[in-house]
């Protein structure tokens, strides 16, 4: 059982920067694979970010790409979502999600999902 819980959401202006972080419960969280997630009002949720268990492998959606940075520290059971340069259309309910056994890519089973963080990014 993997228990994920975000933080660091806020509301900023275009241009601003905000760091999420997702702590997590599991035992075994240095073996997980873990992602980022929004959803939009309206909008379905949508991948944004991901990485493997060992930080070695990171993965993006184009929309982020050279705004956004993953990373985890797991000692601390943390992931988190460097996010820079933001725009109006970033706003959304960003969720922390764990894929075991996975890559961490878009296409994994996230099989644990936190409880999400708004993100509001004023023009």
């Known amino acids: 059982q993997v228990q994920l819980v975000e933080s660091g959401g806020g509301l900023v202006q275009a241009g601003d920067s905000l760091r999420l972080s997702c702590a997590a419960s599991?035992?075994?969280?240095?073996?997980?694979?873990m992602g980022w997630f929004r959803q939009a009002v309206g909008k379905e949720r949508e991948f944004v970010a991901g990485i493997s268990w060992s930080g070695g492998s990171t993965y993006y959606a184009d929309s982020v790409k050279g705004r956004f940075t993953i990373s985890r520290d797991n000692p601390k059971k943390t992931v988190y979502l460097q996010m820079n340069s933001l725009k109006p259309e970033d706003t959304a309910v960003y969720y922390c999600?764990?894929?075991?056994?996975?890559?961490?890519?878009?296409?994994?089973?996230?099989?644990?999902w936190g409880q999400g963080t708004q993100v509001t990014v004023s023009s």
């Open positions: 599991a035992r075994t969280f240095g073996s997980i694979a």
């Open positions: 999600a764990a894929d075991p056994g996975g890559l961490g890519d878009p296409y994994g089973e996230y099989d644990y």
